[in-house]
């Protein structure tokens, strides 16, 4: 992977993130198109520049991350993401496995997708329609819901919105608890793979493997900042998305990109 198909799978990351559409699915995708070998340092970075993204959101809504007045507004984050860490610690080499088939990837896609088409249909009624209202044990519910994201393809941000509509919240209010809660789930798992894990093929640590040379930092460094960026201007462009149109937009997305996907692998296999 050369500067460049670094910087295009960390729009990739930016753009995708926090839509209910995968960036798992596209970032293999994009990968795969560019012909990027996926070597440690490639599964490394993927995950990584989601700390761009993490920043994005504590940027954009930093008077709610730096109220320490509201510690309510913590635990219940903390409580959400209890679900994530232990399950995602579980099952985290066989999430790798089918990592490297975009097939069912791609099927997901497509489930996911038809999905939102009916999602707002399905819950018409919220009751919560402030941060403040959601309680612990809805939280929790939420963080339950955001652990479908295993399966990639699903969408971490589809899963824990869904959840949050299930659980009475109105659209809006939990597409911005879908924000909020991404920034302890990614980044636990950014430092997780930076800190602590040790990758298969070359034995390195992920902080071995980005100051291995100048241009992995280099890589890792621009990734950042670029889907940090990125990331901002895709929130932004999501809420108004869905304050006006809801979900289906989003689910016929999914349903077109999955289909290409589809037919891409199927013809490169």
Known sequence: MDLLQAILIAIVEGLTEYLPVSSTGHMIFTSS??????DDFVKL???????GAI?????????KF?????????IKLACAVVPALVLGKLFDDKIEAVLGNPIPIAIVLIIGGVVLLFVDRFFQNPTVTSEEDITVKKAVTIGFWQCLAMMPGTSRSAASIIGGMQQGLSRHVAAEFSFFLAVPTMLAVTCYSVFLKTYEHSQMKGYELIVQSNETIMMFV??????FLVAVLAIKFFIGIIKQYGF???GWYRIVAGIALLAYFSLHK
């Open 222 to 227: 621009i990734g950042n900042i670029v889907a």
């Open 248 to 250: 289906k937009p989003w």
């Open 45 to 51: 970075f993927q995950v990584s520049i989601q700390f």
């Open 55 to 63: 920043l994005a959101v504590v940027v954009l809504y930093w008077k």
């Open 33 to 38: 198109y560019f012909g990027i070998q996926e």
């Open 66 to 74: 730096f109220d320490f007045s509201k510690m309510t507004f913590f």
